[in-house]
């Protein structure tokens, strides 16, 4: 168990390299495929009353040492995903605008 008042993360673009935009990855169809569970530590018995699991994670999220979640990762592709569900959102406004428009005209 780690407690802190406040976690950061260095994401200061001077601070990275090999920098590549990922617009390729659907992130609400990787977030839909995960699945979530409620459980407890074997070897603490503390209760997580929700999360995933690392070997049914996809790769973008995985710790390095593949039996973890990257955090950081993880809230990004979630962060992307609200992003993608956003966009979706205003061309289905727009799309009802358009019908609209065309109901009052037909």
């Known amino acids: 168990t780690c407690m802190a008042a406040a976690w950061q993360t260095t994401s200061d ?3 990275k390299r090999d920098i590549r935009s990922v617009d ?3 992130a609400v169809d990787k977030v839909r ?7 407890s530590m074997r070897d603490n018995d503390t209760h997580i009353p929700l999360g995933i699991m690392a070997d049914e994670a996809p ?5 390095a040492d593949g039996k973890s979640i990257n955090l950081y990762s993880y809230i990004s592709l979630c962060a992307k995903a609200v992003q ?4 979706e959102v205003a061309s289905l406004k727009r799309e009802i605008e358009k019908l609209k428009g ?5």
């Not at 065309?102 to 037909?106: E, W």
């Open 24 to 26: 390729d990855i659907s």
């Open 59 to 63: 790769n973008e999220i995985l710790g």
């Open 13 to 15: 673009r001077d601070k």
């Open 84 to 87: 993608e569900l956003s966009d």
């Open 102 to 106: 065309d109901d009052k005209n037909g």
């Open 33 to 39: 495929q995960l699945h979530f569970y409620t459980y």
